[in-house]
T-cell receptor, first 110, second 117 residues
C-alpha cells in the first residue's frame, strides 16, 4: 500500500519568511500528486496538481516540485502571510483514490 | 449550488444509533468519493461511485458502513450501530469525469463531523 509521509508535522514562522513543506511516498508508480489546503472546520481546497510527467507547478506564491524516482515532493511558499495559516495535505494518486499524508499544520505569525 | 454540499455539518450520536450523512455533489459530476478523516490524520478513502454504480467499496471499515447513490447525484453514507471509533469527519468529493485515473482536481465538501458518545 502507498504510504505518504509529511514533514514537519507542525511549523510556526514569522510573516514574510519563505518556507518548504516536504512530502514523501513509498511507491513511485503514481499518476499525479496534489497539494491541498485545509482550514479548521472546512473541506479541502486543491492548490496544485503535478502530473507524473511534470517536475513542478506554480500558482502565485506557491511552487510545488515532484521527484517521482526518489518519491519526494516539496511545496514552497514564498513571502508567507498570516492568511496562509492552515493545514497542508499532500495526496498521491496511484489509481482513482487519493492516498493522503497526515498534513503539516502551518502557523504564520504577524 | 456552486460547490459540494454536505449535511448535517455536525452529528452527535449515542453509541449504537444509526446515522445517515448526505452529500450533494456539484451538478453533473459523474464521480463521487467518500473519505473518513480522524482527528490529526489525513483523509482515508472509503468508497467510490461512478454515476449510480458503486465501483469500489474496499475502504469501508466494516459491514456497518453502507453507501448509496441511487439516481447518480445525491449520495448517502449510512453507519449502523455506531461505535466510538466511528467518530471522525466524513468528507465527500466529486469530479466531472468518469475516466480514472485522471488529472482532474477533486472538489471537496466541508464534511460532516460525527461524534459518537
Amino acid at each position: 500500500k502507498q504510504e505518504v509521509t509529511q514533514i514537519p508535522a507542525a511549523l510556526s514562522v514569522p510573516e514574510g519568511e519563505n518556507l518548504v513543506l516536504n512530502c514523501s511516498f513509498t511507491d513511485s508508480a503514481i499518476y499525479n500528486l496534489q497539494w491541498f489546503r485545509q482550514d479548521p472546520g472546512k473541506g479541502l481546497t486543491s492548490l496544485l496538481l503535478i502530473q507524473s510527467s511534470q517536475r513542478e507547478q506554480t500558482s502565485g506564491r506557491l511552487n510545488a516540485s515532484l521527484d517521482k524516482s526518489s518519491g519526494r515532493s516539496t511545496l514552497y511558499i514564498a513571502a508567507s502571510q498570516p492568511g496562509d495559516s492552515a493545514t497542508y495535505l499532500c495526496a498521491v494518486n496511484s489509481g482513482y483514490a487519493l492516498n493522503f499524508g497526515k498534513g503539516t499544520s502551518l502557523l504564520v505569525t504577524p | 449550488g456552486a460547490g459540494v454540499s454536505q449535511s448535517p455539518r455536525y452529528k452527535v450520536a449515542k453509541r449504537g444509533q444509526d446515522v445517515a450523512l448526505r452529500c450533494d455533489p456539484i451538478s453533473g459530476h459523474v464521480s463521487l468519493f467518500w473519505y473518513q478523516q480522524a482527528l490529526g490524520q489525513g483523509p482515508e478513502f472509503l468508497t467510490y461511485f461512478q454515476n449510480e454504480a458503486q465501483l469500489d467499496k474496499s475502504g469501508l471499515p466494516s459491514d456497518r458502513f453502507f453507501a448509496e447513490r441511487p439516481e447518480g447525484s445525491v449520495s448517502t453514507l449510512k453507519i449502523q450501530r455506531t461505535q466510538q471509533e466511528d467518530s471522525a469527519v466524513y468528507l465527500c468529493a466529486s469530479s466531472p469525469s468518469s475516466s480514472r485515473p485522471t488529472n482532474e482536481k477533486l472538489f471537496f465538501g466541508s464534511g460532516t463531523q460525527l461524534s459518537v458518545l
